[in-house]
């Protein structure tokens, strides 16, 4: 059984498909980037997969749930214990620091415990930026507590929405690093982004199209590192 | 219980890292929880203030006549048992029944400056009566005849015979009214006069029907005075009067329930003043909201983190407002009554709790709208 399936998904907004009857498979495991231009319907996928949103018609099994059926309450529950969410915008609470930020999807999602808080945020190299405000952070910085925020309760899934969108390379380098090491512990990855560097470094690239699923590019010579072209 | 560590660390920077943001909010219900705090202060210290104020001026001693007659030297031997620092004032009445224009009126005889002590509270247009041939004629009496200040009237004394047929003789006086009373007492129906004038108009003396005085004393020595005074005089016999003590407590009653309902609005004005700061703070916070729930946040942990804020907002206010609220409670005191106000230990952790409540329950609609906030739609870049 594949970890995510969609199948035959449309998000209807009055006249607009969003997502026009996309169905899809990912395996566990799997680093799966989708590309696609702006309004093609990416942020619309991963809202849906991410339990943020209910697609109009079709299903989606994560993990065997079908979570198109599920109510709000369920949905919290599902997103909390299997996913991990990272966004464009470095989103953190802006007046927690970086190490409660990470603390902050322990207490949601069990129990607060600074040591391993702490050592997420060593993973991502960020040890001494921990008692510092997001505000105090650049923003490769903040996109790292992120990233530390989301693999903290160990998810099935990491979602991540244009993770490098406002990086520089360096930082988009770490960035895609961090994937790599989580993808080689066994994380599965959906990646949304624009920048064709990041997502040749996937396994497999889905390109939409005006909410359809356009074409889909596998990549044979697999080594989950970035290679900048220029 | 880690758990409860970290709600509480959440919810202490949310207030301590947003100073500035949260200071408003802060101030709002302190100032709520001082006026409160302060008006109950007050609404409690009242009753004893205004009993000092009263008993200071008041009447709250008379002398009637044991049995027979008591004349005015009765009176004043009576009264000199009290001290004269004690005894604020002394105002003997005789009444008669006399007519103006053939209608018959009460006439009471007295000592004007006794009244003026005995009964500061007595409202005059124009001028008290001062010498013989002058009188005061009540607000009724003065309606009824439609007699004004400075008018001349004549008084009328008939006396009654033995069989009770009306006598030939009229004696008849003719006055200046000086002004006239407005006491929302039965004194509006009564005319006055000096006792010699009444003497002279009734051709009879020195009767007194009753004795009012003002007496500055603690209740035991009241009593002992009015025991004193009734054993040691054959003709007085004094007691203590309930009077000005009623009137005393409809003032009381109505000033209570004044800052009663002062005390109601502010709590509602605060009360509409914390949910909109809450309101603010909420849409203000409508991103963070969002991303809370993204990364797994329940409606009810992002109940349970706002109401916790508010509460700890409606704690640091409470007890900001207790501390103002006393010292505001005292201003007031020492300017309305010169007095300074009884600290009540009890008020502060009623205030506290008090304003605890009330930004809580002021919290409730405005934390509603906060669970409403949609993660997808907060996070769709912006
Ligand atoms: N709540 C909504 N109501 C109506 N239309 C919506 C809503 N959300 C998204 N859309 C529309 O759905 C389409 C897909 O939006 P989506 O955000 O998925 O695009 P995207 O591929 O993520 O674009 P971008 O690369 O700019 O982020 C767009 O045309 C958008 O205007
Ligand atoms: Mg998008």
């Known amino acids: ?230 | 219980m880690k758990k409860r560590r970290m709600f509480i660390r959440m919810i202490t920077a949310s207030l301590m890292r947003r100073r500035s943001r949260m200071v408003v909010a802060l101030l709002s219900v302190a100032i709520g929880a001082t006026i409160l705090s302060g008006l109950v202060s007050i609404y409690y210290d009242v009753p004893r203030q205004m009993g000092a104020e009263f008993r200071n001026y008041g009447a709250n001693m008379i002398f009637t006549a044991s049995d027979g007659e008591m004349s005015l030297s009765d009176v004043e031997a009576a009264a000199s048992k009290i001290s004269d620092e004690q005894l604020v004032g002394l105002a003997p009445f005789r009444y008669e029944n006399v007519r103006i224009n053939d209608i018959p009126v009460v006439a009471s005889g007295t000592v004007p400056e006794g009244v003026k002590a005995t009964s500061p509270y007595w409202k005059v247009e124009g001028n008290w009566f001062t010498k013989s041939g002058e009188l005061m004629v009540g607000a009724n009496v003065a309606e009824s005849f439609r007699i004004k200040a400075g008018d001349m009237i004549e008084v009328t004394y008939t006396p009654t015979e033995e069989d009770g047929t009306e006598a030939e003789l009229d004696n008849s006086v003719f006055f200046t009214v000086t002004g006239i009373i407005e006491t929302g007492g039965p004194e509006e129906d009564y005319i006055y006069m000096t006792l010699e004038d009444l003497a002279t108009l009734t051709e009879t003396d020195g009767r007194i029907d009753v004795a009012e005085l003002s007496v500055s004393a603690t209740s035991d020595e009241l009593a002992d005075y009015v025991s004193g005074i009734s054993a040691g005089s054959a003709a007085v016999s004094a007691s203590l009067v309930k009077r000005v003590t009623a009137s005393e407590a409809t003032v009381l009653t109505k000033l209570q329930a004044l800052v009663l309902l002062v005390t109601i609005v502010v709590l509602a004005l605060t009360m509409i003043c914390v949910a909109t700061t809450m309101t603010a703070v909420v849409a203000e916070r409508r991103k963070e909201i969002g991303l809370r729930k993204a990364i797994g946040a329940s409606d009810k942990s992002i109940i349970e983190e706002f109401m916790g804020e508010g509460m700890l907002l409606g704690l640091f206010g409470g007890i900001l407002g207790s501390v103002l609220g006393y010292l505001f409670a005292q201003q007031v005191s020492l300017n309305v009554f010169s007095s300074s106000i009884v600290f009540r230990p009890l008020l502060v952790p009623i205030t506290v709790i008090a304003s605890i409540a009330v930004t809580g329950i002021s919290s409730l609609m405005p934390i509603r709208s906060a669970t409403e906030v949609d993660p997808a739609l907060v996070l769709k870049g912006e």
């Open chain 1, 1 to 230: 059984m594949s970890l995510l399936e969609l199948k035959n998904v449309s998000k209807i907004y009055g006249e607009l498909h969003a997502l026009d009857d996309v169905s899809l498979k990912v395996e566990k495991g799997e680093w799966v980037s989708i590309m696609g231009p702006s309004g093609s319907g990416k942020s619309t996928m991963m809202n849906i997969i991410g339990c943020m949103d209910k697609p109009s018609l079709g299903e989606v099994l994560l993990d065997g749930v079908d979570i198109s059926k599920e109510n709000k309450k369920n949905l919290t529950t599902i997103r909390r214990d299997k996913i991990g969410l990272i966004f464009q915008q470095f989103h953190l609470v802006p007046y927690l620091t970086a190490v409660e930020n990470v603390m902050l999807a322990q207490y949601y999602h069990s129990m607060p415990d600074e040591k391993e808080a702490l050592e997420a945020l060593e993973r991502v190299g960020l040890a001494d930026r921990a008692k510092h405000l997001p505000s105090q952070l650049s923003g490769g910085e903040q996109q790292r507590v992120c990233v530390a925020r989301a693999l903290i309760n160990y998810p099935e899934i990491i979602l991540a929405d244009e993770p490098t969108g406002n990086l520089d390379e360096a930082n988009e380098e770490i960035v895609v690093d961090l994937f790599h090491k989580l993808h080689s512990e066994g994380t599965t990855l959906i990646v949304v982004t624009h920048d064709p560097e990041v997502a040749e470094v996937a396994q497999r690239t889905l390109v939409l199209r005006s909410g359809k699923l356009h074409k889909e590019k596998i990549n044979e010579n697999f080594t989950g590192k970035i290679h900048f072209n220029d």
